[in-house]
């Protein structure tokens, strides 16, 4: 007998938690794959906690079983653990040598359901990712659900509300195979002649176009949102030149990322650059990747921010923020609220301590503790999504020798005590450097900041204070002192009243050179006060 195999991979990582789930809402069983040297990670139980949501058979395969290292008895008993399953049912493989493969394709074939769905309904497909082709537009990969489709049908997205039109219909082999027909239950991909991916998007409908005047009879499938960037930073090329470059590199990027988003945006110290969106920081991580190895571009970048939200007296619907420099004056504001995660550690139990240790820095309420064996715990917790985000993953390995695994899912926004901390050069605010921070570390912040600046600006033919402020209140200063030039050098004998004339001159020099210099601050800078 033939069987007609899909198989989606799916990213693992938290920042495409949501093209996890529409991945999975689009197949009927899932084979759950843990690293023989790792073990569970937190990330594991996420993705695993989304599969049983959606109902699939869960078939566990240990992986890496030929590595040296791999504690496989170990990892079996966590897959226990977690999934309820009897030991005798996790197959053991191998990638790498192919050991085990075949008998992971026939437990598919054999536990897995084959698709629902009604070839004779009305035409109903879900796209769960989407790419972008120069010749075609969009190419949508979807899981047709009812009906069938083909070359030359009328397309339209339910939840973008756009209209296209069926360039070419195909499956997966693991190339793009163009075929006659996809009908209910097939997996392929469709090019809809779009020529943006935000009109088709992860997690949307697509059903055929209704005649005129003839209302849609399709309903969309269930699932579908909006996806809204979590983490922001402004991108400045190095060199101002670069501007229209990087404009272009960033929409060629966006064409095969609907989440990625990004605006134009000026600044006194960096001049013009741009505001972007991200579903996370790997998600910043890989555009800056990507920015570097496509197109040659390595920009400086500012401190990743949140989403606040801002209610003002007298006015209980809220505000979002965006950027710390468009905060509202303090006086007109009622609450500030911040965004919440749950986040879930798994780490061996001896480094137990240091893990709670550090979460307490973060201002995480502890939830619950969980023993997946007798070497590793799995600790819940609520914490602000700004203190997750900067640093908090370096310091968790750091904290367990790299064992430590995290995953955080937005929960929601909550009253924060978070006050704007400014950093002024040269008494000029750089609104590069501002940032929403606790109220409780904003002096040990701002102390810290205006001593790493100190470090890094170079020195200046004047006396440059560096002052962390906050609502115009100086609580930290540092002064980078001038360059010492010997302007009495050239003088010949012991003429003082000469050598006063000259100091008293270089001194109003200085003077004036304060009153009306700038100083300039390395790109450098920006990032080195995010390091601590």
Known sequence: MEYNLNLIDTPGHVDFHYEVSRSLAAVEGAVLLVDATKGVQAQTLANLYLAVEQGLEIIPVINKIDLPNAE??????????????KEEDILLASGKTGVGVQKVLERVIDFVP???GDEEKLFRALIFDSVYNTYKGVVAYVKVVDGSVKRDDMLYMLGTEKEGVTVEVGSFHPDLVPTDILRAGDIGYIATGLKEVGHCRVGDTVTWKPKEREKILAERLPGYKEIKPEVYASFYPVDGDDYTLMRDALDKLKLNDAAFTFEPE???ALGRGFRCGFLGLLHLEIIQARLQREFDLSPTITTPSVVYEI??????NRIPLYSPTNLPDPTSIEKIYEPYVALSIVTPSEYL???????QSIRAEYKNTEYIDEERVLLSFEAPLMDVIVNFHDELKSASSGYASMNHEPIEYRVSDVVKLEILVANERVDAFA?????RDAYGEGKRVVEKLKEVIPKQNFAVAIQAAIGGKVIARETISAFRK???GGLYGGDFSRK???LEKQKKGKKKMRDIGKVSIPSSAFLAVLKK
């Open 353 to 359: 301590g240091n893990v709670l240790s550090l979460t």
């Open 435 to 439: 940032r929403m921070i606790p109220r």
């Open 500 to 502: 006063k004339k000259l």
């Open 266 to 268: 000026s600044n006194q």
């Open 114 to 116: 084959a698709p629902n």
């Open 72 to 85: 496989v008895e170990k990892t079996k008993k966590e897959i226990v653990h977690i999934l309820g399953c």
């Open 311 to 316: 209610e003002l007296h007298g006015d209980s």
């Open 486 to 488: 010997d302007v009495t």
